[in-house]
């Protein structure tokens, strides 16, 4: 894949796949997918492949392609699914086809590849660890967010896109979770350098990575937390502790300072509030940002907002009558404004 990307860019993007993730405990067994994504992005100069659907050659020009969503699927990784969700957000939108491209990422599983007899340079993950941004298990071991570079350098490929405007990464549920970690160590800056403007839309996920040893109290204010109480609370993906080793250089409140300025939409669907959601991480340093997703998603916007009263440049929205549906969720009028800048969504 040619690339014309300016040097500063690819720097920096090309920093990111140097990221080592803490160690993940043993993943539980997962079903499956039904289907492997047809097309194929090479990565690591063509040593691996990754798989993917995008909603036209985008490795041709595009010259009438402005903006670009990238739906990042949860822990199912049913991208099939989550394409048809993003086709379908498009035509509600009423956008032009022509001028919006559609990308969803799958990040597999080794068991997708055992059970698909995939070639063994495919990438794929142990479990759900390309959750936490952990390198591959097989192709070679790069990180679920080296990644998610790779697909922005190749959309900041003037030759193939030379009137791109937007890039806006989506995701629901594990993939919200995916992009509000990404949020933090991506190199967004340096897209917009190019002039190209970057915003994720981070909807229910379970949690978040927060910037420091706060958690929501009992009425859902920030306040130190009991550490007795969970030993790994701050532990990545939850906290700044073991964090990646790509941004371990950088202290907490450098990340915060850089992560505060991200354009990012927060949804939060307003009957996603079930503590016994068969999907929602019960762990126990998930459990210290609340006690289901909305209270967590409450919880952590409150902890920017009292950390920075002179405003931010992310909202949060709890879009009414939404449960844990990803389909639902991102047709929602708020999605929808997030995504694609329609009008519908209010404060």
């Known amino acids: 894949m040619g690339s014309n990307v300016p040097l500063r860019l690819a720097v920096a993007i090309a920093a990111s796949a140097l990221i080592v993730a803490p160690a993940i405990a043993p993943a539980r067994a997962v079903r499956p997918v039904s289907v492997i994504a047809d097309a194929r992005m090479p990565v690591e100069q063509g040593q691996a492949q990754f798989p993917l659907y995008v909603s036209a050659d985008w490795n041709a020009p595009q010259p009438a392609v402005q903006r670009a969503v990238i739906i990042v699927h949860g822990r199912l990784r049913n991208a099939d699914t989550y394409f048809r969700t993003a086709q379908h957000a498009r035509e509600l939108a009423g956008v032009d086809p022509a001028a919006t491209l559609l990308v ?7 068991a997708d590849v055992s059970a698909h007899h995939a070639p063994g340079d495919l990438l794929s993950w142990r479990g759900n660890a390309w959750m936490a941004g952990a390198d591959a298990a097989s ?15 190749h959309l900041a490929d003037r030759r193939l896109f030379p009137n791109l405007k937007t890039i806006v990464f989506v995701g629901h549920s594990g ?24 915003r994720f839309v981070v909807a229910s996920p379970s949690s978040y990575a927060y910037f420091d040893a706060q958690r929501p109290d009992a009425n859902g204010a920030p306040a130190a937390f009991d550490a007795s109480r969970c030993a790994d609370f701050d532990r990545w993906k939850y906290g700044m502790e073991n964090r990646p080793a790509s941004i371990a250089g ?12 991200r354009r990012i939409v927060y949804l939060a669907g307003g009957n996603d509030d079930d503590p016994a959601s068969a999907s929602l991480d019960n762990s126990c340093a998930a459990r210290a940002q609340g006690a289901q997703r909305v ?8 902890y920017l907002q009292t950390r920075h009263p002179g405003g931010l440049n992310q909202t ?32």
């Open 250 to 261: 950088s202290t907490p409140a450098q990340l915060e300072a850089d992560y505060v300025k």
């Open 316 to 347: 949060f929205h709890v879009v009414p009558g939404v449960g844990h549906d990803g389909a639902r969720m991102l047709t929602s009028s708020c999605a929808l404004a997030a995504m694609f800048d329609t009008a519908g969504c209010a404060p």
């Open 139 to 153: 192709g070679v071991p790069v990180s679920s967010y080296a990644v998610l570079d790779d697909i922005a350098r």
């Open 175 to 198: 993939g919200a979770q995916v992009l509000q970690r990404y949020a933090i160590v991506s190199h967004a800056d340096a897209l917009a350098a190019e002039g190209i403007d970057v």
């Open 104 to 110: 969803a990422p799958q990040f597999l599983a080794t």
């Open 295 to 302: 209270a967590r998603a409450q919880g952590f916007y409150r």
